[in-house]
């Protein structure tokens, strides 16, 4: 539909184990997000791209890299995951302008033991 | 870092009824968003304020925005269970991304 995909869906990991999550665009969108969502704490930021090998960091980028080596492929990863980490992972592009808003991705629910 | 507070963070109400969520900030906002995110899937946007006073409204859904644009409010005319999801509002600081709110849980009973 909306012409994003993230992958996995589900992934348990163990601490101190590296990990990566894919965010695919169809869009050919310039801008990428990745955030996550936490009870209490809404969506935060953790790293954004607005081009190819363009990226800078969000609130909460501590523990967190990204790659965008393609327009359509953000792939975020947790160098050494800590069951702080566990958490819902959302990706999100947007047109130019940002009053377009954005369009999620369905999400990745990690669980780091 | 601007902060949007979004009250009230549970609400749930009875089908038929009307409600009011709200969303603030310290800081003004350049344009404010709203956005319904059901389970297991990721926000959708419903609307994009950009003027202060401005009224928008989406069949039985209006949003308004401040006139000082720094705070917005959702209204919710004879709710459905449809209408159950989590509500969250998203602030434009001018800064080429969005912050969120906390959200506000809606549950409608039938």
């Known amino acids: 539909d909306a012409g994003i995909t993230q992958s996995p869906r589900h992934k348990v990991t163990e601490t101190g184990t590296p990990v990566t999550l894919r965010c695919h665009q169809t869009?050919?969108?310039?801008?990428m997000y990745w955030y996550r969502q936490d009870p209490g704490h809404g969506l935060r930021l953790i790293h954004y791209?607005?081009?190819?090998?363009?990226?800078d960091k969000g609130e909460v980028s501590d523990g967190y890299s990204v790659s965008r080596s393609k327009t359509e492929d953000f792939l975020l990863t947790l160098e050494s995951a800590t069951s702080s980490q566990t958490s819902v992972y959302f990706c999100?592009?947007?047109?130019?302008?940002?009053?377009?808003?954005?369009?999620f991705g369905s999400g990745t629910r990690l669980t780091v033991v | 870092t601007q902060l949007l507070e979004q009250s009230p963070q549970f609400l749930s109400i009875q089908e038929g009824e009307n409600l009011t969520v709200y969303c603030n900030s310290s800081?003004?906002?350049?344009?404010l968003q709203w956005y319904r995110q059901e389970p297991g899937e990721g926000p959708v946007l419903l609307v994009t304020?950009?003027?202060?006073?401005e009224v928008k409204k989406l069949k039985r859904l209006t949003f308004q925005f401040g006139d000082a644009r720094k705070d917005s409010s959702l209204h919710i005319t004879a709710a459905q269970p449809g209408d159950t999801g989590l509500y969250l509002c998203?602030?434009?600081?001018?800064?080429?991304?969005?912050?969120f709110g906390t959200g506000t849980r809606l549950t409608i009973i039938p």
């Open positions: 800081s003004v906002f350049s344009s």
């Open positions: 791209s607005y081009g190819v090998k363009d990226t």
């Open positions: 998203a602030g434009n600081f001018g800064n080429e991304k969005l912050t």
């Open positions: 999100a592009i947007r047109p130019g302008q940002l009053d377009y808003g954005y369009t």
């Open positions: 304020v950009v003027t202060g006073g």
């Open positions: 869009e050919n969108h310039r801008y």
